[in-house]
């Protein structure tokens, strides 16, 4: 094995140090790589992503990667990475935090968790920060749910939760961020029908509970009075975010950082917009179908 391991501090997540990701990764390293990933929920590789080559083999690692479903998003050359980038346009929408104007925030969930294969993880290169804010921070929802009392573990067992696709923050219904929209999301983004998840879910390969939470996408228990449902989820949601849970990373160039995205969750803080901050971004493929697709006289009736 070509590298070694370290704790975070604060107790999410580890940081590899000694991997050489600009040469071929020994299969022996990728195993090694791959189970850490599992074990830990997050892996952070300080300043050797110096190219976008260099993120492929380490998400290589780590499974099947897959072009993201919105085109828009891909990077030029390299259909498996996508570019988060305010250099030249904006793709996603401006508001305005405690007198800044903010780009880029996105408040605490898992990626695709408005469809029913939520990807298995993610990898992000840093490859220019902004000069202030940009940090990105993980939640391992499989401690959040192991640290839930026993009583409400049962409770909570076997409900589903409603998932909407949120391309700005005006249909979140939990924790919201406040702020004034200054400029919109893009136009034209698919549309995805709601879908109903677990709020459960079991790990599919390392059999850990996982509180299945969302905070951009969730909406309601399915079947549950709404007022009922509200209260669950903001006692879940109030206990999933406690800091203990949580590790923040402040960006340095070329740092990458890897995610088991079905047992975290994740926020971008967003930047100034005015400063640029240019990241890539490869996608694990989700192989394990979450939940289903909620019909439209459902939706209608729910
Ligand atoms: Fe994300």
Not at 48 to 64: M, V
Not at 154 to 177: Q, V, W
Not at 275 to 295: A, H
């Amino acid at each position: 094995m070509d590298f070694t391991v370290c704790p975070l501090s604060g107790g999410v997540g580890v940081e590899v140090l000694g991997l050489d990701p600009d040469n071929a990764i020994s299969e022996a390293s990728a195993r090694a790589l791959r189970d850490l990933w599992l074990d830990a929920g997050v892996i952070l590789f300080r300043g050797i992503g110096t190219s976008p080559e260099a993120l492929l083999n380490i998400s290589r690692c780590l499974g099947d990667l897959e072009p993201h479903p919105i085109e828009h998003f891909r990077l030029p050359g390299y259909p498996e990475l996508i570019l988060l980038s305010n250099e030249k346009t904006l793709t996603g929408p401006v508001y305005e935090f405690d007198g800044v104007a903010t780009y880029g925030r996105i408040p605490w969930h898992t990626d695709l968790a408005f469809t029913t294969t939520p990807n298995a993880g993610a990898v992000l290169r840093m490859v220019r920060n902004s000069e202030h804010g940009g940090q990105t921070g993980w939640i391992d929802t499989a401690l959040a749910y192991d640290a839930l009392d026993a009583a409400t573990q049962k409770h909570i067992e076997g409900l589903e939760a409603r998932y909407i696709f949120c391309p700005d923050l005006s249909a979140m219904r939990f924790n919201t961020p406040g702020g004034k929209l200054l400029k919109s999301s893009i136009k034209g983004l698919p549309t995805f029908p709601p879908v109903a998840h677990p709020l459960v879910w079991v790990h599919p390969e390392t059999g850990r509970r996982i509180l299945n939470i969302s905070t951009l996408n969730i909406q309601c228990i399915e079947g549950m009075p709404q007022a009922e449902s509200d209260a669950l989820i903001e006692k879940l949601v109030a206990h999933t975010l406690q800091p203990r849970f949580q590790y923040i990373h402040l960006w340095e160039n070329n740092d990458v950082v890897a995610w088991d995205n079905r047992r975290t969750m994740h926020m971008a803080f967003g930047h100034p917009v005015d400063e640029t901050r240019i990241v890539q971004r490869s996608t694990i493929r989700g192989t394990v179908k979450m939940g289903r697709v909620i019909e439209t006289c459902e939706e209608q009736t729910a």
